[in-house]
């Protein structure tokens, strides 16, 4: 494996070396099969974001190929979505059983999870579900390879402040605007853009740049993953649920109801400014 500390050429190295260890990751979570396969995409995408967000952090030093690698990197992971989707269900509706004191609740958060584990176990046998993991895993292969022909030798520290600086300010605003208008959309930005800050912190550690004291709140982070959580479920109780009626309404209502106590006792903590 390539050396991820900085050297005296500068971090570009450091953060190619980087980029390429979280593909090799990708490649070899996209291989997994079977009950492992749904969790290997999981972490697929995770590396994919990782890379994402170091190539942003890069910016236009790496000039239009960084830029192709990124498209199709944000394409792949699209892409993958609907394959990790199912699985992220069943991980979501095991976290929320274990949270309401009402039976009713409890009872049809159980039968839902028993619904999106077989329909789960179902996708991961089907002919286009396998399919689709090769193709994904030759497209990471073909960007891996893509990632060392990139000017890596222009990338500076001072650059790469900035960008740290202008991510963690854009990170702020974020969270300014949906403590503010309590819009659900503003709450999904603001999570993203701590979960991108935190990936660009993890890139410029690898880089070897000094950080900051980390400034997430482990505690925020676990509340906001709530949230995300209670979203989804919601987001399944719709058109196309796989859900019976009757569940999908104690669902939703049990969603909705602990959806607005999250966001209150969030923004009871958190300053505005």
Not at 66 to 76: E, F, I, N, P, S
Not at 177 to 184: G, S
Not at 193 to 217: N, Y
Not at 258 to 265: E, G, P, T
Request: with cysteine.
């Amino acid at each position: 494996m390539e050396d991820l500390s900085a050297d005296a050429a500068g971090p570009g190295s450091a953060l190619r070396a980087y980029g390429v260890a979280e593909l090799a990751l990708a490649r070899e979570s996209l291989g997994l099969r079977g009950r492992q396969a749904h969790e290997g995409i999981h972490q697929a995408r995770k590396s994919i974001r990782r890379v994402r967000a170091m190539l942003a952090l890069c910016g236009k030093t790496l000039g239009p190929g960084g830029g192709l690698v990124d498209r199709q990197l944000r394409r792949l992971n699209r892409q993958l979505s609907p394959l990790r989707d199912a699985h992220a269900l069943v991980e979501t509706l095991d976290r929320l059983g274990l949270k309401p004191r009402n039976a009713q609740a409890r009872e049809a958060l159980a039968t839902a999870r028993k619904i999106a584990a077989r329909r789960c176990a179902a996708l991961a046998r089907q002919a286009d579900f396998v399919r689709a993991l090769g193709e994904a895993e030759a497209v990471v292969a073909m960007l891996q390879a893509a990632l060392h022909g990139l000017p890596w030798a222009d990338v500076t520290v001072p650059a790469l402040v900035d960008a740290m600086d202008a991510a963690a300010r854009k990170a702020k605003r974020m969270r300014q605007h949906a403590l503010a208008h309590d819009d659900a959309e503003d709450w999904h930005r603001w999570r993203r853009s701590m979960r991108r800050l935190s990936q660009q912190q993890r890139a410029a550690g690898a880089a070897g740049l000094p950080l900051q004291p980390d400034e997430f709140d482990k505690h925020l982070t676990e509340q906001l993953g709530v949230m995300q959580d209670l979203s989804l479920l919601i987001a399944h109780c719709g058109d196309g649920s796989p859900f019976p009626r009757a569940t999908r309404v104690v669902l939703r209502h049990f969603a909705e109801r602990s959806l607005a106590r999250q966001r209150k006792r969030i923004r009871s903590v958190m300053p505005c400014s």
